[in-house]
Structures are given as C-alpha cells and as structure tokens.
C-alpha cells in the first residue's frame, strides 16, 4: 500500500497553516496550538522542513517560521521528499544498480515508467492547493529541478 506517514501528514498541515497567512512569522507554540499538533512534534518537523528549505527560521523575541517561498511554487513532491525521501515503488524505480536482479528483470521498466507517473502527479499539486487556498492550476518548478534540490537536501542530511 503506498500511504504516508503521519509525520508527513502533520508536516502538510504545519505547512498549510504557514500558507494561510505568509507575511506573518509563527512560533513552533502557536503552529502546534493552531494545528493540535504536540508542541514537539511541531518543532522536530519545522527543523526537518527548515534543512529541506521549505521554511525559514527568524530568531529572537519576535522569531518564529514562514514558508521560504509561495505556496504556490512548493509542490507536494517537495514535501513527501523533504520528509520521506523520494517516492519510489521498487528498488528499480531508485535508479540503476539498486537491484540485484535488474539485468535480467522483465518488469522494471514498467515499474519505472509508473513511478514518475506518480511523481509528475506530485509535482503538479501544490501546497495552495493542498490548503485549499488555490485551487487554479499553477505553474511549478520543473521536474528536473525538484529531484536535484531533493537530492541536495539528502546528502546534506
């Protein structure tokens, strides 16, 4: 079954809740008070999306997080790699040479095939969208671009 996990659930809408109202800076407290999210789990989420450049962090007596750009250009691919790594269906659909049998494996490239199918979807929803603030089609990052801002965000971790 693919499904995410709850953390990336409660990360969406940590992100959700920033999006609605962008020019304001909130503290991990009113994030965890205004989503009913444990206060902890809150902040560990907020480190996670702040390495992956989701959010930024402003220090001091009138710190808090803002989303690092508009929810309009962070798609939910973003998201689920920020938090989950990329989505792949096999260990095939990661790349060559992540599977022990791929020389003589018939179905692999199906399984890739599938795999950006569902990525491409990914990549075309946004969070606006995702909070229901936007629900007009939206232009976002390139697929191309995303994987390797994903990709940097994983070997920096």
Same mark, same amino acid.
């Given at each position: 079954?693919?499904?995410?996990s709850?953390? *990336? ?7 959700a809740a920033?999006?609605e ?9 009113? +994030?965890? &008070?205004?989503?009913?999210i444990?206060?902890? *789990?809150?902040s560990?989420?907020?480190?996670? /999306? ?6 930024t962090?402003?220090?001091? /007596? ?5 989303l690092?750009r508009p929810a309009?250009?962070i798609?939910?691919?973003?998201? /689920?790699?920020a938090? &989950?790594?990329? +989505?792949t269906?096999?260990?095939c659909?990661a790349?060559?040479g992540h599977c022990?049998i791929? &020389?003589?494996c018939r $179905?692999?490239r199906?399984?890739q095939r599938l795999?950006?199918?569902?990525r491409?979807s990914?990549? &075309?929803?946004? +969070?606006?969208q /995702?909070?229901?603030i936007? @629900? *007009? ?5 390139t697929?191309?671009r995303? $994987?390797?801002?994903? @990709? @940097?965000?994983?070997?920096? @971790?």
């Amino acid at each position: 079954m693919l499904r995410i996990s709850k953390l *990336t659930d409660y990360a969406t809408v940590i992100l959700a809740a920033l999006a609605e109202q962008p020019e304001r800076v909130q503290t991990a407290t009113s +994030l965890a &008070e205004q989503t009913r999210i444990a206060a902890p *789990t809150v902040s560990k989420l907020l480190k996670q /999306l702040q390495r992956a450049k989701l959010v930024t962090s402003t220090r001091g /007596l009138h710190g808090g997080y803002q989303l690092a750009r508009p929810a309009t250009q962070i798609s939910a691919a973003a998201i /689920l790699d920020a938090l &989950e790594g990329p +989505l792949t269906l096999t260990d095939c659909a990661a790349g060559q040479g992540h599977c022990g049998i791929e &020389e003589t494996c018939r $179905v692999g490239r199906v399984w890739q095939r599938l795999n950006l199918a569902i990525r491409r979807s990914l990549y &075309e929803v946004s +969070l606006a969208q /995702l909070a229901g603030i936007d @629900s *007009t089609q939206v232009r976002l990052p390139t697929l191309e671009r995303e $994987v390797k801002a994903a @990709s @940097s965000v994983r070997s920096s @971790s």
